[in-house]
């Protein structure tokens, strides 16, 4: 079993940034892929980054050119660096492991855009 543990969520003004901390139990160097994903109030949880095993990433449109996502593999960590944020951007996000075929999720970090 594989457990995920966000962080780094909380209130920020909009056009600024924060940065998301997903720390995983297992080597994620042997995971095929990791994601953040997010989940607003009344809306459907949407993939928001990706990142492979090669370090290749693809983002939602919604936040291309302002989100980062990264690995750090030594210290089994996922990162997403936030900037620019909007007042869309408020969401609970959550860390997914896809372990072919096993999928984990990680409880979620709250994410407040806002003035």
């Known amino acids: 079993q594989v457990q995920l543990v966000e962080s780094g969520g909380g209130l920020v003004q909009p056009g600024g940034s924060l940065r998301l901390t997903c720390a995983a139990s297992?080597?994620?160097?042997?995971?095929?892929?990791m994601e953040w994903y997010r989940q607003a109030p009344g809306k459907q949880r949407e993939l928001v980054a990706t990142?492979?095993?090669?370090?290749?990433?693809v983002y939602s449109d919604s936040v291309k050119g302002r989100f980062t996502i990264s690995r750090d593999n030594a210290k089994n960590t996922l990162y997403l660096q936030m900037n620019s944020l909007k007042a869309e951007d408020t969401a609970v996000y959550y860390c997914?492991?896809?372990?072919?075929?096993?999928?984990?999720w990680g409880q979620g970090t709250q994410v407040t855009v806002s003035a």
């Open positions: 297992g080597s994620i160097f042997s995971f095929n892929a």
């Open positions: 990142i492979v095993s090669g370090g290749s990433a």
């Open positions: 997914r492991a896809v372990v072919f075929p096993a999928t984990y």
